[in-house]
């Protein structure tokens, strides 16, 4: 069975400051995705991951994958106000029957709180 | 564009009751995934539907959960007998479902079922 771990799952910033969310997963797979949800509301897609080595920026925000390792990194930059949310990664599985087309295991989240 | 869409947004049951929860895809896209968020977890899987046809259920309960995307009309959701712990957010996913491809799924809003 899959396994997605995420810390931290608390993150407490004061604007400006750097920090890395980390992204465990227990077994292959070259597909990972980030979303950020705000309270009550749905997720939004960030960043999707493709292969090994794969980087993409949006923002404040950088995501990478090493696939070799089972990890993938959000970066935070210079944090603002506007950051704050619930991040979560997701990895791609392979349904049961073996179809062509994938179930997302999730992280249970990071909480991140940037505080002024 | 209309993205996915989810009605209702909230429901409140009593024990023993009935809850049907709907689901509109992106237009276009044919692959429809329900998950479930309970209070300060991520999301887990319950079902992936393409049209007519159950993919993968893995994630459901063996009883009182059903889930179907008929030909014609929104993809639903049914909890049969209600109890409390079915209380969460519901989220309905689509995607166009491209084979070998990346699966990138585009959530709506989800349903956040209260029962009392």
């Known amino acids: 069975e899959l396994k997605v771990e995420q810390n931290p799952l608390f993150l407490s910033m004061q604007e400006g400051k750097n920090y890395t969310i980390y992204c465990n997963y227990s077994t292959t797979s070259d597909r990972l995705y980030w979303y950020r949800q705000d309270p009550g509301k749905s997720l939004e897609s960030l960043f999707v991951?493709?292969?090994?080595?794969a980087v993409k920026q949006e923002g404040r925000l950088m995501a990478s994958l090493d696939t070799k390792a089972r990890l993938s990194t959000l970066h935070i930059t210079a944090a603002v106000h506007d950051l704050s949310a619930t991040y979560f990664c997701?990895?791609?599985?392979?349904?049961?029957?073996?179809?062509?087309?994938?179930?997302?295991?999730f992280g249970k989240g990071t909480l991140l709180t940037v505080n002024p | 564009n209309a993205g996915v869409m989810q009605n209702p947004r909230h429901l409140v049951r009593r024990r023993g009751q009935e809850a049907r929860l709907r689901c509109s895809p992106v237009?276009?896209?044919?692959?429809v995934y329900w998950y479930r968020q309970l209070p300060e977890e991520g999301l887990k899987f319950m079902v992936y539907?393409?049209?007519?046809?159950?993919?993968?259920e893995s994630g459901m309960p063996k009883e009182r959960f059903s889930a179907e995307f008929p030909k014609e009309g929104p993809s639903i959701l049914r909890i049969q007998q209600v109890v409390r712990g079915d209380s969460a957010a519901y989220f309905c996913?689509?995607?166009?479902?491209?084979?070998?491809?990346?699966?990138?799924?585009?959530f709506g809003p989800g349903t956040r079922l209260t029962v009392l």
């Open positions: 539907l393409q049209k007519e046809n159950i993919i993968d």
């Open positions: 991951l493709l292969s090994n080595g």
């Open positions: 997701a990895v791609d599985s392979p349904s049961n029957s073996g179809g062509s087309n994938y179930k997302l295991t």
């Open positions: 237009k276009g896209h044919s692959h």
């Open positions: 996913a689509s995607s166009l479902g491209l084979f070998r491809s990346y699966n990138e799924q585009f």
